[in-house]
């Protein structure tokens, strides 16, 4: 069964301070890998997409990352602001697939 | 406007309630999913349409739950008999395309919050 495991399960940080976001899955075969940001009372919204041969993604202040071998991605908060109070959403889709897995997200709180 | 809408925003029900639920795509958009999520959970698959073909409908949880898209545009998820464990975030999203390919992000709306009581 395709399985996308986030951790941590919630990560208080200040204000400025870095984060990593872990995502590992199971699914099988790997089409891409998205990251998506969740604001409470809002839908999910895209951040960064990456394929198999794709090791790196940023955009602005989030990189993430994937390593196709050992199934892992994480996702890297740099100088975090309030405003990156969310739930951040790993979610992985398989190819020839058009119904993707989704992790149960890491709840962020960044405190000023 | 320019992203995904759906309405009501918010929507209580008394248990047996029928409730319907809608959702506006971006205009163009080809594929259309609605997914439930309960609290501090990921969204769940439910239903998926391209244009006003409902190709995948394993997700929906019981026969209560019912989806269309009869023109290939707006769409309403309707539950019927509601019960309390019905109770969720319904969100619906869209892309141009089949959302498989790389290149194609699904765009979520706000979601329909819904309490059975």
């Known amino acids: 069964k395709n399985q996308v495991e986030q951790s941590p399960q919630s990560l208080i940080i200040l204000e400025g301070k870095n984060c990593t976001l872990q995502?590992?899955?199971?699914?099988?075969?790997?089409?891409?890998l998205r990251w998506y940001k969740q604001d409470t009372g809002r839908g999910p919204v895209s951040l960064t997409i990456?394929?198999?041969?794709?090791n790196t993604k940023s955009n602005g202040r989030y990189t993430a990352t994937l390593d196709a071998d050992t199934k892992q991605s994480s996702l890297h908060i740099t100088a975090s602001q309030l405003s990156d109070s969310a739930s951040y959403i790993c979610?992985?889709?398989?190819?020839?697939?058009?119904?993707?897995?989704f992790g149960r997200g890491t709840s962020l709180i960044v405190h000023p | 406007g320019a992203g995904v809408s759906q309405s009501p925003r918010y929507k209580v029900a008394k248990r047996g309630q029928d409730v319907a639920l809608r959702c506006d795509p971006i205009?163009?958009?080809?594929?259309l999913f609605w997914y439930q999520q309960a609290l501090g959970q990921g969204p769940e698959f439910l239903t998926y349409?391209?244009?006003?073909?409902?190709?995948?409908k394993s997700g929906l949880p019981s026969d209560r739950f019912f989806a269309e898209r009869p023109e290939g545009s707006v769409s309403t998820l309707k539950i019927q008999r509601t019960q309390q464990e019905d109770s969720a975030v319904y969100l619906c999203?869209?892309?141009?395309?089949?959302?498989?390919?790389?290149?194609?992000?699904?765009?979520f709306g706000p979601g329909t919050r819904l309490l059975v009581l």
């Open positions: 999203a869209s892309s141009l395309v089949l959302a498989v390919s790389y290149q194609e992000t699904q765009y």
């Open positions: 995502c590992n899955y199971t699914v099988s075969p790997f089409s891409n």
């Open positions: 990456m394929t198999f041969s794709e």
């Open positions: 979610v992985v889709s398989s190819g020839g697939s058009y119904i993707p897995t």
């Open positions: 205009s163009g958009h080809v594929s």
């Open positions: 349409f391209q244009n006003e073909a409902q190709l995948d």
